[in-house]
């Protein structure tokens, strides 16, 4: 039962982009960069109880490093309402142009976690040549704390590559699901396409 005398808090949901050099940071060096661009922005956010209080900031996925994204996630608890284009300003201000905010808007406190929100995501790969097919494996062997796992690709692969006309890029979408997920760059090494990578960009999650 919620506390009627508990204080509010506002959910500020946040999308920003992991470009060029910013991508390949790890995706807890993201996180600690996002909290310094929070705090730079000066916004009234909540923070936790307890012995080791900290601020109330949730992430989306993490992306594997070296790949970019349009389309990243966060949540930010406040102690009280900002209009969302004051805090927009105010986060765009304080970024750095390769970890760029993009959009603010509120939601629900009880809107799922931006971890679990959007299970799909749609990723642009670009080659340096033309590719002309991609053989996708039935399965994929991935080793985790010296444990072999192995992965059938068709529970993750939501939706299969489609090449561009010219061979040069092609897009996908994974599905991330409760019992794990298959990274987008353990995908396309398993095609063969590793030296063939030149960038590989989320550009969508739903």
Known sequence: MTDPNAPRVFRLR??????????????????HALERVVRRAGLPFAISQGFSPHMKIAFGSALP????????????????????????EALQAASAP?????????????????????????????????VGSIEVP?????????KEKVLTVADFLAEPFALS?????????????????????????????KDDVVSITRIAQR
């Open 65 to 88: 490093v070296g790949v970019g994204s349009t389309c990243e996630i966060f949540d930010l608890q406040l102690k009280r309402y900002v209009p969302p284009a004051e805090a927009l």
């Open 14 to 31: 946040s999308t920003y982009v992991e470009h060029d050099r910013l991508a390949m940071l790890s995706h807890l060096e993201v996180a």
């Open 138 to 146: 039935e399965t994929v062997t991935i080793v985790r704390k010296r």
């Open 98 to 130: 390769d970890l760029m905010v993009q959009s603010c808007a509120y939601i629900e406190n009880n809107a799922p976690a931006a971890s679990v929100a959007f299970p799909f995501s749609t990723y642009e790969v670009r080659f340096a040549g033309e």
């Open 165 to 193: 006309p010219d061979g040069r890029s092609a897009t996908l979408t994974l599905e991330a699901k409760p019992t794990g997920s298959l990274r987008v760059d353990v995908l396309l090494e398993s095609c063969g396409l």
